[in-house]
């Protein structure tokens, strides 16, 4: 198994000769690692790059990905997502990417795991995912925008049917000036969500907008959304983030941008 590690230049630095841009070039290549041994290596031609991840393999898109092809901050949260679906029938895995929570829950059990994305590609790779970790059975996917998607579904009836739903939206504030407008759109996600769970049901819901998680903005949203669906909330433990193996740095305070909620929904 091979693991890969970015490098992302800053675009701005500029070079004064073909050499002095090669070596700057080959610095912060992609490179990629041996995941026994940490030799540097190089990927078979035409083969995709696979990650191991607590037991489950996941094909990675370094060129044209998110990030590094594979969002590695929701690691431990996509571990605990496997004890919320044990034995459950019905989950929702709300901007699943390349389908990181929905096939945990597939694998810990779950009867029907649906993820929704509207990217095509990522979806093509959530698909092979599936398949690559034997749960195509009960693990499949929809291409769709999260907001219509979820009032669909409300529209067809499936109000208070599932067990638990998962929200990864992308950054909808990208910064402070933009939190007007976005925090209306994660209320909005939250409330269809609240309405399409069953009583009892789990809700894990995530910002990774900087200026949401630096203001304590997501606890917020969820006890409006919950007021205007007419749910009562109980936290499920105290707020997360990115692993550990990402520290912050205390005078980068910008740095601390994920937080992840779950709640039991009433």
Known sequence: MQEAETEDADESVTSSSSSDSSAFENEYATKVFDAKTGALTTLPTGAPLVVLEHGV?????????????????????????????????????VCTYTGGFAINAALAGATEVVGVDSSQPALDIATRNAKRNGVSSNCWFVKAEAFKHLETLIENGESETYDLIVLDPPKLAPGVKDLNRALPKYVGLNKRAMALLKPGGTLMTCSCSGAVTQNGLLADVVVAAAASAGVSLTALGAPRGAGVDQPLDPGYPEGNYLTVLAYRVG
């Open 57 to 93: 393999e996941y094909e990675v898109d370094l060129a044209l990905g998110h990030k590094t092809g594979f969002y590695v901050d929701q690691r431990e949260n996509r571990r605990l997502i496997r004890a919320w679906a044990a034995g459950k029938r019905k989950v929702l895995d």
